[in-house]
């Protein structure tokens, strides 16, 4: 079972990287969900190299809230990483998963804290 579903996510991850690209100018913001966090990473994709990143583990979010609000936690830090380091827009890799649950709130957290996607 666990198979099936690692093998959907990533025909899905590819599908959708054949379309998003990052640029200096409009990065890719990429997320990696496991069970226990949530990662976050604004990726210029033309250069290689991984502009700001943010987690759950990180200090700013509290470890005993719920995953959903940790989530939201993590895109707002991502947000104002983002925009200290001079990104404004991004573009959304959700990396095969959903967009729902954790996903949407991470992409809400960063939407709230300015980050144009």
Same mark, same amino acid.
């Given at each position: 079972?666990?198979?099936?579903? &690692?093998?959907? !996510?990533?025909? %899905?991850?590819?599908? %959708? !990287?054949?379309?998003?690209?990052?640029?200096?100018?409009?990065?890719?913001?990429?997320?990696?969900?496991?069970?226990?966090?949530?990662?976050?990473?604004v990726i210029d994709d033309?250069?290689?190299?991984?502009?700001?990143?943010?987690?759950?583990?990180?200090?700013?979010?509290?470890?005993?809230?719920?995953?959903?609000?940790?989530?939201?936690?993590?895109?707002?830090? &991502?947000?104002?990483?983002?925009?200290?380091?001079?990104?404004?827009?991004?573009?959304?890799?959700?990396?095969?998963?959903?967009?729902?649950?954790?996903?949407?709130?991470?992409?809400?957290?960063? !939407?709230?804290?300015?980050?144009?996607?």
């Amino acid at each position: 079972m666990q198979d099936k579903k &690692l093998i959907r !996510r990533t025909k %899905i991850r590819y599908r %959708i !990287r054949k379309i998003v690209t990052g640029t200096a100018e409009r990065p890719r913001l990429s997320v990696f969900r496991s069970n226990k966090s949530i990662y976050a990473q604004v990726i210029d994709d033309l250069n290689g190299h991984t502009i700001v990143a943010a987690s759950s583990k990180d200090s700013g979010v509290d470890a005993k809230s719920k995953k959903v609000d940790q989530a939201v936690a993590v895109g707002k830090i &991502l947000a104002e990483k983002a925009k200290a380091a001079g990104v404004t827009a991004v573009t959304f890799d959700r990396g095969g998963y959903l967009y729902h649950g954790r996903i949407k709130a991470l992409a809400d957290g960063a !939407r709230e804290a300015g980050l144009q996607f």
